[in-house]
Nanobody
């Protein structure tokens, strides 16, 4: 079992920056994907950014060039640096962890409790 503890988030004006952090604890996986999803009111949850154990990253088109995801495998943490925030970025952001075993044949997904990000003037 993996527990995800999120921190960061808050209220920021358009153009501002926030940093989200997530720490994973519990079960150990040799391979994993960590990252962030978000869900705005009355919208479905969407991928924001993810990073693999090896450092490969994936970003939603809407955040490319503005958000940066980074991992510290030794600390089992992932950080999302969000710059040039826009009102459209307002959402609850959820830390995501996928543990991968059996050469990718099986995986286990875990979610953080969510942290609110509000971008408004």
């Amino acid at each position: 079992q993996v527990q995800l503890v999120e921190s960061g988030g808050g209220y920021v004006q358009p153009g501002g920056s926030l940093r989200l952090s997530c720490a994973a604890s519990g079960s150990i996986f040799s391979l994993s994907i960590m990252g962030w999803y978000r869900q705005a009111p009355e919208k479905q949850r969407e991928l924001v950014a993810t990073s693999t154990t090896g450092g490969l990253t994936n970003y939603a088109d809407s955040v490319k060039g503005r958000f940066t995801i980074s991992r510290d495998n030794a600390k089992n943490t992932v950080t999302l640096q969000m710059n040039s925030l826009e009102p459209e970025d307002t959402a609850v952001y959820y830390c995501y962890f996928r543990g991968i075993i059996d050469r990718g044949r099986n995986q286990f997904d875990y979610w953080g409790q969510g942290t609110q990000v509000t971008v408004s003037s």
